[in-house]
T-cell receptor, first 112, second 111 residues
């Protein structure tokens, strides 16, 4: 069975600083990996995903993530944080069947 | 654009009431899911369905049931609501094995 660990339930950065949200996964088969974002009182929306091919994946709003098989990681980054990036972020792993597992989430705060 | 809608954004119910949460998707997806979201616990899968009239238990099915009579609609039922079912409920749909699309969520308060 697969699982996801997000390191850090809360991350705080200053506006303009680098955003780094960490995600490590466990999977017995080649995984599909996802990052979702949730703004207050809304559902989750897809930021980016890795299925096959290029290991550096670019998503919406300037975010990107790199699949590193050797480290079983899929960390999310953004070079320069914006106030509008404040939200909760979820990493997820899928084993290509009907099983998608989510991490516990990381709440990102952006300070002016 | 894929659209997943949920019947209510906010609900207040009393202990012991029967509660229905409705979810509708417009993309002809086979798979539909119900999660609950609680602080510090992330999303936990309650039930999912991969076809009409089919259902599978997720990680926390106790106290819940589901119904899928039509492909586009997946209902979550709380047979007798309890205070520990106060939570945010999220519905999702997925075609094949890739991206899940989420509804806006229903915040349920059981008094």
């Amino acid at each position: 069975a697969q699982s996801v660990t997000q390191l850090g339930s809360h991350v705080s950065v200053s506006e303009g600083a680098l955003v780094l949200l960490r995600c490590n996964y466990s999977s017995s088969v080649p995984p599909y990996l996802f990052w979702y974002v949730q703004y207050p009182n809304q559902g989750l929306q897809l930021l980016l995903k890795y299925t096959t091919g290029a290991t550096l994946v670019k998503g919406i709003n300037g975010f990107e993530a790199e699949f590193k098989k050797s480290e079983t990681s899929f960390h999310l980054t953004k070079p320069s944080a914006h106030m509008s990036d404040a939200a909760e972020y979820f990493c997820a792993v899928s084993d290509r069947n009907n099983d998608m597992r989510f991490g516990a989430g990381t709440r990102l705060t952006v300070k002016p | 654009d894929v659209k997943v809608t949920q019947s209510s954004r906010y609900l207040v119910k009393r202990t012991g009431e029967k509660v229905f949460l409705e979810c509708v998707q417009d993309m002809d997806h086979e798979n539909m899911f119900w999660y609950r979201q609680d602080p510090g616990l992330g999303l936990r899968l309650i039930y999912f369905s991969y076809d009409v009239k089919m259902k599978e238990k997720g990680d926390i099915p106790e106290g819940y049931s589901v119904s899928r009579e039509k492909k586009e609609r997946f209902s979550l039922i709380l047979e007798s609501a309890s205070t520990n079912q106060t939570s945010m409920y999220l519905c999702a749909s997925r075609g094949g094995w890739e991206t899940q699309y989420f509804g806006p969520g229903t915040r349920l308060l059981v008094l």
